[in-house]
């Protein structure tokens, strides 16, 4: 159990949310006139919107992805029949790296799609890159049974 990973989670997604937004203020006003919002995943034209302030939506999903992880992070699912207090701080701590970890892998999404969506309001044809997207969203996934083990690993510890 290592605060200073804890720390750097939190400063990792920080550093992203940062990122986002800086992203998203540096591009705002060079972009053309017509942008997309949206891409569709089904082989469909892109939606495409006169430029206004919904081009932020990314960087503002972020920003509440983080509150939200942030609130959840703090009032981890620990039954109540766990009454070692050893055994429910390293919960704790295992729902807190969870979190912070997942958020990661979010603001990664969002910030790959919103560099997307610049690329082609300007017409480049760098866009989504699906590999990129499907590896994030693999790992992202394994990351659930992956704690899900330690848990289990830390329970059966004290038992």
């Not at 006003?29 to 089904?42: A, D, K």
């Not at 394994?142 to 038992?159: D, Q, V």
């Amino acid at each position: 159990m290592s605060r200073y990973l804890l720390i750097s989670l939190k400063i990792c997604n920080g550093l992203l949310l940062i990122a986002g937004w800086a992203m998203a203020i540096i591009a705002y006003p060079r972009l053309p006139s017509s942008i997309l919002l949206w891409i569709n995943f089904f082989h469909q034209s892109p939606l495409r919107f006169e430029k206004n302030l919904a081009f932020f939506i990314y960087p503002f999903t972020q920003l509440i992805l983080a509150l939200v992880f942030g609130l959840v992070s703090l009032r981890p699912i620990i039954p109540a029949k766990i009454d070692n207090g050893q055994l429910r701080r390293r919960l704790k701590y295992l729902w807190q790296e969870q979190a912070w970890t997942a958020l990661i892998f979010f603001n990664l999404i969002l910030i790959h799609l919103q560099r997307s969506l610049i690329f082609l309001s300007h017409g480049l044809k760098e866009g989504l890159q699906p590999t990129y997207f499907l590896v994030l969203f693999v790992l992202l996934f394994f990351l659930i049974p992956a704690y899900r083990l330690r848990t289990k690993m830390e329970m059966s510890i004290y038992r």
